[in-house]
């Protein structure tokens, strides 16, 4: 590890200085990705700001009637808060299939969405890496690319976004509140992350010198209709191969709306609206499901080792609507 400088900063003006001042400097929260990546030195900023005493830890309800998620909250106290249970069931399930208890308890809901790619090439210092080091390629696009992703990828990058968490976020059309040198501004989640195209070391629309201070949830939470569905290699202590988020709001046994969002299978949580809207109006059955799979699937590539993920997503889909429509899932 190299060396750098530290500060612990009490309030977000501070933090922001700080961060503005200083070259090459970080915001430090939970630290489980961060100091990760500077001990096998893939990140080496030369300056950390601890931002864990900044005012950014209630869960407090916002006027349009929804929640407010500090940015950092912990992902344990997220996932078990009760108005989070009970509202936005689907973003605590999502959190609880993810890390483990000890890395949920320091996680926070900020450091989450920043987390990186878990493709092993980012983490191998030793192989050409396009996130990591811009213009020496990418090494999973001809090798081993099991874990890759199916959706918007470039030629330059196919890394998938790790997080669980941004699944649900994105489904729930969560919204990012950040601050900055500028003031304070909003990001619609669907635009909070990245695709790779030709700048696949950029993977979220947050510039370096912003924070974020909080997550807001509306008011729909899908609650009495929801899944998160995770399929991984391991049971517990693993990244998802394909996960789906799905939320339908039913009159009876017609579907209002619905929401899917995938995991696992693109630079950033991806949703497909269009198939989405397939679902508006139509008596929930597994028939109107495949039709949405099969919409949801249809612009997917495979790789040489990850072509199983379209057939796992398609099937992926099928079951979490099948679930979140409480529908028998061997009829
Ligand atoms: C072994 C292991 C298994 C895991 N499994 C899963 C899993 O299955 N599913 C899953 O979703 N996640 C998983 N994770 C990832 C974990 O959820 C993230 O590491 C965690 O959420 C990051 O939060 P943090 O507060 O520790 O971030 P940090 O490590 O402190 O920071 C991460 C990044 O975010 C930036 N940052 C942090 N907070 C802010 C802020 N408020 N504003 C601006 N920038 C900020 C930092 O500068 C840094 O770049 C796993 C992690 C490990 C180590
Ligand atoms: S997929 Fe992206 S992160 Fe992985 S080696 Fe290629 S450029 Fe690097």
């Known amino acids: 590890m190299r060396k750098f400088s530290y500060h612990r900063a009490h309030d977000v003006s501070e933090a922001l200085g700080e961060v503005a001042e200083q070259e090459e400097a970080k915001f430090i929260a939970g630290g489980t990705n961060l100091l990760d990546l500077m001990k096998i030195d893939v990140m080496h900023p030369r300056h950390l700001v601890d931002i864990t005493r900044l005012a950014l830890n209630t ?11 500090g940015a950092l909250v912990t992902n344990a106290d997220t996932a078990y808060h009760p108005e989070v249970e009970k509202r936005y069931p689907l973003l605590s399930h999502a959190i609880l299939a993810g890390a483990s208890p000890q890395l949920r308890n320091k996680a926070t809901n900020g450091g989450n969405l920043l987390q990186c790619t878990r493709c092993y090439y980012f983490y191998d210092k030793a192989t050409p890496c396009n996130k990591r080091e811009p213009g020496t390629g990418c090494s999973a696009i001809n090798g081993f690319n099991r874990i890759h992703a199916i959706f918007g990828t470039s030629e330059h990058c196919i890394a998938t976004h790790p997080s669980d968490m941004c699944v649900a976020l994105a489904a729930l059309e969560a919204r990012v509140q950040v601050s900055g040198p500028q003031g304070e501004r909003e990001i619609p989640f669907a635009d909070f992350h990245r ?12 510039a370096k010198d912003e924070i974020i201070t909080a997550i807001d949830l509306p008011p729909k939470g899908f609650a009495n209709n929801f899944t998160y569905l995770k399929n991984r290699d391991r049971a517990s202590y693993a990244f998802a191969l394909v996960s789906v988020a799905a939320g339908l709001e039913m009159d009876g046994d017609t579907i209002q709306e619905a929401r899917i969002a995938l995991g696992g299978v ?13 679902l508006q109006g139509k008596r929930a059955s597994r028939a109107d499901f495949q039709q949405a799979a099969d919409a ?22 099928v079951r979490a609507l099948m679930q979140a429509a409480h529908i028998d899932d061997s009829l």
């Open 195 to 206: 695709l790779p195209g030709d700048q696949p070391q950029k993977d979220s629309n947050l």
């Open 266 to 278: 693109a630079h950033k949580p991806w949703r497909n609206q269009e198939a989405e809207a397939l």
């Open 296 to 317: 949801i699937v249809q612009g997917a590539k495979g790789y040489k080792y990850n072509e199983f993920k379209i057939e796992l997503a398609r099937r992926s889909v």
């Open 59 to 69: 869960i407090e309800d916002t006027e349009e009637g929804g929640l407010r998620l």
